[in-house]
């Protein structure tokens, strides 16, 4: 969501759905920090509903290129709330070519970096830009169809607290120390920081000896029990 102009125009947020191009939000940001980008994207989801997925690319605060921290404490807020997580692979743009496309364009013909620029100008600024690209401006891509007249709002609104964490009967849950570790019969198995004082759960694998770790729905790798060190490793490839 977050996209730092070099200069004094303040950081851009925006978050373009998929199907429909349509730039539901384009915020001036002070900083790309996890309480500006969250309080911004509670505001979004609270006017449009709650997305089912959100793909982002790996830099703070969405993502972290050092597995397996690969879910910040960002990530772990939006599975909380019942949203997908995803991010595109490391140094490959183009797999959010609709959000590069959509910000290359935002640059090249409105918001160029200028130190006259302050947060309230550079967002009265992206709110023009934002209703032309959705109400006024044509894409090939929906058959010259307006963005706007392609959007829908999500029906699944916005949790004024965060829900539980609840697993299944008969899951092995733990709570994730303060040092981003799972214990079991003395034995320590890291998982990461951004989950300290909450539950994860451990699911079987066809393979003996290695435990699948979730947090909520998302699966957050691999803990394999066999080796000395039983780290959570990214999950097995699915076969077939």
């Known amino acids: 969501m977050a996209n730092r102009l070099q200069g004094a125009l303040p950081a851009g947020g925006g978050a373009v759905p998929p199907h429909a191009r349509c730039l539901v939000g384009l915020a001036a940001c002070p900083d790309e920090r996890d309480a500006t980008v969250r309080a911004h994207r509670t505001a979004r989801c609270r006017r449009s509903g709650l997305p089912w997925r959100i793909l982002s690319d790996n830099g703070p605060p969405w993502?972290?290129?050092?597995?397996?921290?690969?879910?910040?404490?960002?990530?772990?807020?939006?599975?909380?709330?019942?949203?997908g997580v995803s991010h595109g692979?490391?140094?490959?743009?183009?797999?959010?070519?609709?959000?590069?496309?959509?910000?290359?364009?935002?640059?090249?013909?409105?918001l160029r970096p200028s130190a006259d620029h302050d947060l309230a100008e550079g967002q009265a600024a992206f709110a023009a830009w934002r209703e032309t690209d959705n109400l006024e401006r044509p894409h090939h891509a929906l058959e010259l169809d307006t963005p706007a007249s392609r959007s829908r709002p999500s029906p699944r609104p916005c949790p004024e607290a965060l829900p539980p964490v609840a697993y299944g009967p008969g899951e092995l849950v733990r709570t994730v120390h303060r040092g981003g570790q799972i214990s079991d019969r003395g034995r320590w198995s890291f998982v990461s920081q951004a989950l300290r004082g909450q539950d994860v759960a451990r699911r079987p694998t066809p393979t003996d000896g290695v435990l699948a770790a979730f947090c909520c729905h998302h699966q957050l790798g691999e803990l394999d029990l066999r080796r000395a060190d039983a780290a959570l490793r990214p999950p097995a490839p699915a076969k077939g």
């Open 63 to 83: 993502g972290t290129p050092h597995p397996p921290q690969a879910l910040p404490a960002l990530s772990i807020w939006l599975l909380r709330l019942g949203v």
């Open 89 to 110: 692979r490391p140094h490959h743009p183009q797999t959010q070519g609709k959000v590069e496309r959509c910000h290359r364009t935002r640059k090249a013909e409105r």
